[in-house]
């Protein structure tokens, strides 16, 4: 079945960017997504990308997909330390199961 | 509701003991989702409801845990005889008709089991 992937932790200085990346094995998994989560709250949907598209840009922050390598990445500029949380990321075939990796817990340090 | 809520948002418990967890979904959302964060871990899919019914149960880790909805709303999910193994954040989330498949979170459960 879909296995999701990502590092556990990330530290960066507040200014700077952020790079947050997942590898997935479905390739016909055609959402993906990322989730935030902030202390004591549930998960809430940052972004998402189709899986025909290679880049996605919101304001300050930047999906990469490369369906070759099966490579995700959550590209966040100018990181905050607002912006410290733990950030999923979730793949789905459009089926009813969305996997979620375990999430990379960002901290920014002033 | 404006969101998905879940109660109560702590419980404390002894081991052995049976715990109800009740998630509210957004009002509308046809399916819902029962998750498992333990601590430094991922998310664990527990079980999924389509309206009332559950396609999938694959996810409840043993016969002690099981879930309901009812009238297509709210459910339930329950622990019989709790172990200190259980003691985690329990998650909800609710989906709508959207082509998008996102996923609302309620805010969890916290379980602690002595």
């Known amino acids: 079945g879909e296995d999701v992937e990502q590092s556990l932790f990330l530290s960066v200085r507040e200014g700077d960017s952020s790079v947050i990346n997942c590898t997935y094995t479905d390739s016909s998994s055609t959402y993906l997504y990322w989730y935030k989560q902030e202390p004591g709250a549930g998960l809430q949907l940052l972004t998402y990308i189709f899986s025909n598209m290679d880049m996605k840009q919101d304001q300050r922050l930047t999906v990469l997909l490369n369906k070759k390598d099966k490579h995700l990445s959550l590209r966040i500029a100018d990181t905050q330390t607002g912006d410290s949380a733990i950030y999923f990321c979730?793949?789905?075939?459009?089926?009813?199961?969305?996997?979620f990796g375990a999430g990379t817990r960002l901290f920014v340090k002033a | 509701g404006a969101g998905v809520s879940q109660s109560p948002s702590n419980k404390v418990t002894e081991k052995g003991k049976d715990v109800e967890l009740r998630c509210d979904p957004i009002s509308g959302h046809t399916a819902l989702y029962w998750y498992r964060q333990s601590l430094g871990q991922g998310l664990e899919f527990l079980i999924y409801?389509?309206?009332?019914?559950?396609?999938?149960k694959s996810g409840l880790p043993s016969d002690r845990f099981s879930a309901e909805r009812t009238g297509g709303s709210v459910s339930t999910l329950t622990i019989q005889r709790t172990q200190q193994e259980d003691s985690a954040v329990y998650l909800c989330?609710?989906?709508?008709?959207?082509?998008?498949?996102?996923?609302?979170f309620g805010p969890g459960t916290r379980l602690t089991v002595l």
């Open positions: 979730a793949a789905t075939t459009g089926g009813f199961k969305t996997i």
């Open positions: 989330a609710s989906v709508g008709t959207g082509y998008l498949d996102t996923q609302y």
């Open positions: 409801f389509q309206g009332n019914s559950a396609p999938d």
